[in-house]
Every structure is written in structure tokens, then in C-alpha cells.
């Protein structure tokens, strides 16, 4: 189970971080992943990291400003964004797969959190 949060109303140029915990005792063995889906728009790849952290995947629309990391010893994976636009307003989603790639399609993630809210504003 996986339960994102720390989204919220921020002013561009602002910096927010949101969080993924997850239950179980296998969190090391997933490949863990943040997608967004804004209003009347598809779900869109944000970033990704393996099982260690030692390999990320971020999109190219975000790159330079957002950061993928994970602290397995407790079972959380966080989403670091900085230099917000009003155009990163979305609904964010933590998303996972065991023994995953770092993936940036949404098809490949078996497991979803319920989503956390961002928006800013101009």
C-alpha cells in the first residue's frame, strides 16, 4: 500500500516535497515511481528510481528542478520540487512495481497510491 502526501497551494518559484510510504517489508524491492495527472489531461511521467537508489529517471519537463530519492530504512519515497511552475499543478501519484525498470510508462507499475494535490499559483 502506498500513501502519498505533503501536496498543497504554493506560489511559483516555490519549493514543495511530497512523500510516499509504503507498507511491507519488501519496500527495497520495488522500483518507485511519480506520475501527474492535471485537469483534462492524460497521466504524465514525472520521475522514477530503482530499488538502491542508484539509478533515476526524471522527465525532461521537470528536469533541473525535481528530485527523486528514497530512504528504505523507512520505507518512503520523496519527490523534491523546486522552482515550481503554475503549470506543475496536478494531482501527484506515487507508484511502484517489484524488480521494476525505472520506467517512465504508467503501465508498468503495478501499485498506486491515492494521490496528493499541488497547485501553483501565479
Known amino acids: 500500500q502506498l500513501q502519498a502526501s505533503g501536496g498543497g497551494l504554493v506560489q511559483a518559484g516555490g519549493s514543495l516535497r511530497l512523500s510516499c510510504a509504503a507498507s511491507?517489508?519488501?519496500?527495497?524491492?520495488?522500483?518507485l515511481g511519480w506520475f501527474r495527472q492535471a485537469p483534462g489531461k492524460e497521466r504524465e511521467f514525472v520521475a522514477a528510481?530503482?530499488?538502491?537508489?542508484?539509478?533515476?529517471n526524471i522527465a525532461d519537463s521537470v528536469k533541473g528542478r525535481f528530485t527523486i530519492s528514497r530512504d528504505n530504512a523507512k520505507n518512503t519515497v520523496y519527490l523534491q520540487m523546486n522552482s515550481l511552475k503554475p503549470e506543475d499543478t496536478a494531482v501527484y501519484y506515487c507508484?511502484?512495481?517489484?524488480?521494476?525498470?525505472?520506467?517512465?510508462?504508467?503501465?508498468?507499475?503495478?501499485?498506486w497510491g491515492q494521490g496528493t494535490l499541488v497547485t501553483v499559483s501565479s
Open positions: 528510481i530503482n530499488w538502491s537508489g542508484s539509478n533515476t
Open positions: 511491507g517489508r519488501t519496500f527495497s524491492a520495488y522500483t
Open positions: 507508484a511502484g512495481v517489484r524488480y521494476g525498470s525505472i520506467s517512465s510508462r504508467h503501465e508498468a507499475y503495478h501499485y
